[in-house]
C-alpha cells in the first residue's frame, strides 16, 4: 500500500483536531515532541487504497518562530519534507488566517486549503469564491465543515490527486525589486553544496531578507540562544 505523509497545519481553533481525530479515528498515537512539553499528534487514514499518515501540527498563526509550537511546526515541515501540507482555515475570519498561507507557500510546501467553517462564514453574510481564491493563490482550495464531516472525503481526494499528478510546490511572487534581492541571496546560498542540499534556498533567501534569527543561526551567522 502506497503511503502518503500529510501535515496538517492551521491557526489555534479553525478545527483541525476535529478534521485530524475524524480522520485518524482510533488509529493514532499521542505523545510529546522530542525534548518539549508540547503535544505531538501522529495517525493513520486508508483512503482510495493508500495510507495517510498525517501529523497534527501544534496550532499556530505564524512561522516566524516566537514560540516553541512555531519552531515545531516549521522545522518538521523544512526537515521532513511531507508529500503534501493541508493548511485549515478558518472561512469566517479569512484575513488573518492568509497570514499563515502566504508563509507556507514562501515555505515551498506542496499545499491544499482546507476551507473550513464554511457554514459560519456563509451564517455571517461572508460571500467566498472559492475558484477565485484557488486560482489567485494558485493552490487547490477544499470547502470543509468538520464538525459534520462535510468535505473531509473530498479533502482526502484531493491529497491523493495532488500527488499523483505530482503538483508542484506552492510559491508567492514579489515585487520586482524585491524578486531581485532574494534571487541575489539565493544565488550565493546555492554555491554551498550543504546549504543548497539541507534548505529550500529561496525560503532561506525571503528569511535572511527578514532578519529571521532562526534562519541567521541555522548558517552560524548568529550564536543559538
Given amino acids: 500500500m502506497k503511503r502518503i505523509r500529510v501535515a496538517l497545519a492551521g491557526n489555534p481553533n479553525v478545527g483541525k483536531s476535529v478534521i485530524f481525530n475524524f480522520l485518524t479515528g482510533g488509529r493514532q498515537h499521542v505523545g510529546n515532541w522530542p525534548g518539549k512539553t508540547i503535544e505531538k499528534k501522529e495517525g493513520i487514514c486508508y483512503h482510495r487504497g493508500y495510507e495517510l499518515y498525517i501529523m497534527d501540527l501544534p496550532g499556530i498563526y505564524s512561522l516566524t518562530t516566537f514560540s516553541p509550537e512555531e519552531l515545531i511546526a516549521r522545522d518538521y515541515i523544512l526537515n521532513e519534507k511531507p508529500d503534501v501540507v493541508v493548511n485549515i482555515v478558518d472561512a469566517s475570519n479569512l484575513r488573518r488566517n492568509l497570514y499563515l498561507t502566504i508563509q507556507l507557500m514562501e515555505l515551498g510546501a506542496r499545499l491544499i486549503i482546507a476551507l473550513n467553517k464554511s457554514d459560519l462564514a456563509e451564517s455571517l453574510g461572508y460571500e467566498i469564491d472559492e475558484k477565485r481564491l484557488e486560482k489567485n493563490l494558485g493552490v487547490p482550495v477544499v470547502p470543509t465543515v468538520a464538525t459534520r464531516r462535510i468535505g473531509l472525503q473530498e479533502l482526502c481526494d484531493k491529497i491523493i490527486e495532488v500527488v499523483e499528478r505530482g503538483a508542484p510546490p506552492s510559491s508567492i511572487t514579489y515585487p ?13 546560498l546555492e554555491k554551498d553544496p550543504m546549504i543548497r542540499e539541507s534548505y529550500n534556498t529561496r525560503w532561506l533567501a525571503i528569511k535572511l531578507l527578514e532578519g529571521d534569527e532562526d534562519a541567521l543561526r541555522k548558517l552560524g551567522l548568529i550564536r543559538g540562544g
Wanted: proline share 0%; no cysteine.
Fill in 176 to 188: 520586482e525589486i524585491v524578486e531581485a534581492e532574494i534571487e541575489r541571496i539565493r544565488n550565493v
